[in-house]
């Protein structure tokens, strides 16, 4: 995922959160120990908060870090005692579903294309 469409995400989650919650974005940034001004560039998707900032906002909202971050449990184990979603795949099955989780749709859809050539069977 690019990151300028994370930072959206990012921003219209905790804006909807916050509205549903009752809060001002002052509120939350004063519980968050950030400048208004800040938390506010946070929502409209203009700035990416650090790892520390991200854990104080999921506390403030009452929201999985995860929901912030747009992680499914297709994406990542929900605690560290399961197997990684890749965990039943061969290590180079694993290593190809690492490498595509930062391609574009449209750099998915054409390798799906060519996929799907070499699976048809080879005409003789």
Do not use: N
């Not at 919650?21 to 650090?50: D, F, H, N, W």
């Not at 890749?86 to 449209?106: C, I, K, N, T």
């Amino acid at each position: 995922m690019e990151l300028e469409h994370l930072q959206k995400s990012l921003g219209e989650v905790c804006r909807t959160v916050r509205e549903r919650l009752g809060l001002t974005q002052a509120q939350v940034a004063k519980q968050t120990c950030l400048a208004p001004e800040v938390y506010g560039r946070i929502e409209r998707g203009g700035m990416m908060p650090s790892v520390p900032t991200l854990r104080k906002l999921a506390l403030t909202l009452g929201i999985s870090a995860d929901v912030l971050l747009e992680l499914s449990r297709t994406d990542v184990a929900a605690t560290l005692a399961q197997p990684t979603p890749e965990g039943s795949l061969s290590p180079e099955l694993r290593q190809f579903v690492r490498m595509l989780r930062g391609w574009s749709p449209g750099e998915v859809k054409r390798l799906i294309r060519v996929a799907k050539v070499l699976e048809s069977p080879a005409e003789e």
